[in-house]
């Protein structure tokens, strides 16, 4: 399969995020740092499945099956969004006393950090929206009508995926436990689950949305 320019810059870039990551583990001393080399891999296999749609266009049944490998590995690449909580054990700001002046620390650990862990949220988003895209590609292929129907239940499965990854600690693969998932999920069915998904689901549809204007007018730009 030969890769295209767009590709070719991806995995640039990925090789650039590993070494970016393992240079901040060390200087912030935390692992969970070296893990998102990890966490962005599992964001590349959704975009992965999607360069085979076209040769599986013919073959239904192989094609249903990726579909579905690719929903269950969706949710990774929203995922490193979530990644973010892990500036909580950074201090950026004093915690002043009423009327006082708010003072701002310049830890090179902590700006690091945040340097690193908002670049993976980027990268992960950027691999979601491509997905979505080929996902809308394939969806329009056989019915145009269905392609915001297809991408809505897709954002609601991500965000539920999220959910169940950043709450139970379960993984795509865990699908094959999913009895326990069920379960799991009833005892833990509440209104702050459901509000979770929802509006993270909310979330990455709305800057879907502006990513959709940017490329559009950029398209437009380019004609003109």
């Known amino acids: 399969m030969r890769l295209t320019k767009k590709e070719r810059w991806l995995f640039g870039f990925y090789g650039f995020f590993i070494l970016f990551s393992l240079v901040t583990a060390q200087i912030v001393e935390d692992f969970v740092h070296a893990f998102m080399i990890w966490n ?17 266009q013919t073959k239904k ?4 099956l990726s579909v579905m490998g690719f929903i269950l ?22 915690d002043p006393e009423p009327y006082q002046i708010l003072i701002y620390y310049d830890s090179f650990e902590s700006w690091l950090a945040l340097f690193h862990l908002f670049t993976s949220a980027m990268f ?22 269905w392609v915001m129907i297809g991408i809505l239940i897709s954002l609601l499965l991500s965000g539920l995926g999220i959910y169940i990854g950043r709450f139970f600690r379960d993984n795509s693969w865990d699908i094959f ?9 009833f005892e833990h069915l509440s209104l702050t689950m459901v509000g979770f998904i929802v509006f993270y689901a909310l979330m990455i549809g709305a800057l879907y949305g502006l990513y959709k ?6 398209i437009e730009k380019a004609r003109d």
């Open 40 to 56: 962005l891999f599992l964001a590349f296999i959704p975009y992965l499945i999607t360069k085979f749609w076209v040769k599986l």
């Open 61 to 64: 049944g192989w094609l249903i």
């Open 73 to 94: 590995f969706l949710p990774n690449t929203f995922y490193l969004v979530s990644d973010l909580i892990y500036l909580s054990q950074h201090f950026f700001m004093s």
């Open 124 to 145: 992960g988003l950027s691999l979601g929206f491509l997905c979505l895209d080929e996902l809308s590609r394939l969806i329009a292929s056989y019915n145009k009508q």
């Open 177 to 185: 436990n999913l009895g326990q998932v069920i379960t799991d999920l």
């Open 213 to 218: 204007i940017v490329l559009i007018n950029e």
